[in-house]
């Protein structure tokens, strides 16, 4: 049977969860239900917090009997989106993600499975460095200068191989699209 308030509240979690650093302002904690491959449900329950300065994003995912899946703890610079500590693990793999902010930059801590080591190395930090899941925030963040014709670089840390790759954003005019005006944007 359909039960309207719980699709309605289930699909707001959602939202948020997808959108948590925006709403920021608005949720602290959230819960979402998560669906994958053959519509195999998970949750994600999840904590924003931010002192003005950092922003911390916990998650941790469970499978459909209610075990921890993934665990996420995240802390972020607020402004600019760079990482200072990352930590997701795969509690039935053993697969382990790392990223510390150092003095020499940022070092990565990576682990396939439980039988395998964790290997880890030093990326230098190079201008703005990003993990992957802040890069639409952060390109979004930017989009008025990018539309003005400004090129944004950043670093994408990539910590299962260990190093990072350099990006840059840009305008690359403007398309019409069904009699809309729409910039298009290069990422290289």
């Known amino acids: 049977?359909?039960?309207p308030?719980?699709?309605?509240?289930?699909v707001i979690n959602l939202i948020v969860?997808?959108?948590?650093?925006?709403v920021v302002a608005v949720a602290e904690m959230y819960t979402a239900d998560v669906y994958v491959d053959n519509f195999v449900k998970y949750t994600c329950r999840g904590n924003f917090t931010e002192d003005g300065q950092f922003a911390t994003k916990?998650?941790?995912?469970?499978?459909?009997?209610?075990?921890?899946?993934?665990?996420?703890?995240?802390?972020?610079q607020l402004k600019t989106f760079q990482p200072v500590d990352i930590s997701i693990t795969n509690r039935q793999t053993g697969r382990l993600e790392k990223v510390t902010r150092t003095k020499e930059g940022y070092r990565l801590q990576y682990r396939e499975n439980n039988q395998?080591?964790?290997?880890?190395?030093?990326?230098?930090?190079?201008?703005?460095?990003?993990?992957?899941?802040?890069?639409?925030i952060f390109i979004a963040e930017n989009m008025d200068k990018i539309r003005n014709g400004a090129i944004i670089?950043?670093?994408?840390?990539?910590?299962?191989?260990?190093?990072?790759?350099?990006?840059?954003?840009?305008?690359?005019?403007?398309?019409?699209?069904n009699g809309q005006q729409y910039i298009e944007v290069s990422l290289e």
């Open 58 to 76: 916990t998650n941790t995912f469970y499978t459909q009997d209610g075990k921890t899946l993934i665990t996420e703890d995240v802390t972020f």
């Open 5 to 10: 308030r719980e699709f309605s509240l289930n």
């Open 116 to 136: 395998s080591e964790i290997k880890e190395k030093t990326v230098r930090q190079d201008g703005i460095v990003l993990h992957g899941s802040y890069v639409p």
């Open 1 to 3: 049977m359909f039960k």
């Open 153 to 177: 670089r950043f670093q994408l840390l990539v910590v299962d191989r260990l190093t990072s790759y350099e990006f840059q954003v840009y305008r690359h005019g403007l398309k019409n699209l």
């Open 17 to 22: 969860f997808i959108f948590s650093i925006s």
